[in-house]
């Protein structure tokens, strides 16, 4: 069975520090563009983050750039994203999808797309005092 399960999620004051796992079984995630995703309540979706099969290159929404990193393990068959700085509007459900697409970006059109092959079932990020 192919499938995302997302880890890592819980509750931190601003200013603190998270990091997802987004770990993939049934696939290898080398070749599939990764993206982080999220949505808080009464929100849409958002792109947070992606980064490419093709040569690993990443980019970042700009409500995160400086602050988030993602990156991948390919032994351990698992995408990271480490949240720094955090702040209550980061506060979200968390989402990580993979595109077969080996040159994806995430991006189409000039914003992150949604159309991914697999999602996991996310995980909460709770950012509160």
């Known amino acids: 069975q192919l499938q995302l399960v997302e880890s890592g999620g819980g509750f931190v004051q601003p200013g603190g520090s998270l990091r997802l796992s987004c770990a993939a079984s049934g696939f290898t995630l080398d070749y599939y563009a990764i993206g982080w995703f999220r949505q808080a309540p009464g929100k849409e979706r958002e792109g947070v983050s992606c980064?490419?099969?093709?040569?690993?290159?990443?980019n970042y929404a700009d409500s995160v750039k400086g602050r988030f990193t993602i990156s991948r393990d390919n032994a351990k068959n698992t995408v990271y994203l480490q949240m720094n700085s955090l702040k209550p509007e980061d506060t979200a459900v968390y989402y990580c999808?993979?595109?077969?697409?080996?040159?994806?970006?995430?991006?189409?059109?000039?914003?992150?797309?949604?159309?991914?092959?697999?999602w996991g079932k996310g995980t909460l990020v709770t950012v509160s005092s």
């Open positions: 999808a993979a595109d077969s697409d080996f040159y994806s970006d995430c991006i189409k059109g000039g914003s992150y797309y949604y159309g991914m092959d697999y």
């Open positions: 980064i490419s099969g093709s040569d690993g290159s990443t």
